[in-house]
């Protein structure tokens, strides 16, 4: 007889659980009607916060800013580490000078005035059989080696129809190499270039000068 009892009050206590439930439902939905605020903020407390627009923007900008500003530093420092080398000036011009072709062997194509650098390297035969460079001769008719001379200059290189050693600022000491670098005066105008020789016939040999 007791357990019909038992099962009565089980059923009775549920029962009242169920009905304070459903009391408590009623209850936040009617608060929810009239006070909406309150669940709003409850809301709030329970979410995460939101991020406007602007926000967002703001961020996207201040991103954008550091990377520019990284890349930016990162060239200067590439700049500072690797300067830009100076080109290096290219001759202005190349002439070849026959020792067969006289005084005015050859011309320039662009015309010079004032200080002018030539490079002058060569060697032939103008004063008989003895050899000579730009500004010396340096054997005797055998050929055989002699103290260099700078006479007679007809053997040597003529510019503008003056030996080269009349013209040149600094008269250059003889090189074995018969390679020498000189600056003249120039008058303006075109520059010719040739061997101070009357009688070519049995001349041979050439110069290259370099202008620069």
């Known amino acids: 007889m007791d357990m019909p009892n038992s099962g009565s009050r089980r059923f009775t206590w549920l029962s009242f659980i169920g009905l304070a439930l459903i009391v408590l439902i009623l209850i936040a939905c009617l ?7 309150t669940f709003q903020r409850t809301g709030q407390w329970l979410s995460f916060p939101s991020t406007s627009p602007a926000e967002t923007q703001n961020t996207h900008q201040l991103t954008c800013n550091a990377t520019a500003t990284s890349v930016a530093t990162s060239v200067q420092a590439t700049a500072r580490v690797s300067p830009t080398p ?41 004063s008989g059989r003895a050899f000579s460079d730009a500004f010396y001769i340096y054997t005797d008719q055998d050929g055989q ?17 003056h030996p080269a050693s009349a013209l040149a600022q600094t008269i ?9 670098t000189v600056t003249i005066n ?22 290259l000068i370099t202008i620069a």
């Open 145 to 161: 080696p002699t103290t260099p001379l700078l006479e007679p200059a007809y053997a040597t290189l003529c510019i503008n129809g």
């Open 172 to 180: 250059p000491t003889y090189a074995t190499t018969h390679t020498y």
């Open 31 to 37: 608060l929810a009607f009239l006070r909406p605020s």
């Open 86 to 126: 100076t080109p290096t000036p290219m001759p202005k011009e190349k002439v070849v000078v026959a020792f067969t072709a006289g005084g005015n062997a050859a011309r320039t194509q662009y015309s010079y005035s004032g200080s002018v650098t030539l490079t002058i390297t060569g060697e032939g035969q103008a």
């Open 186 to 207: 120039a008058p303006g105008g075109f520059l010719t270039f040739g061997v101070c020789d009357d009688y070519t016939g049995d001349n041979s040999g050439a110069f």
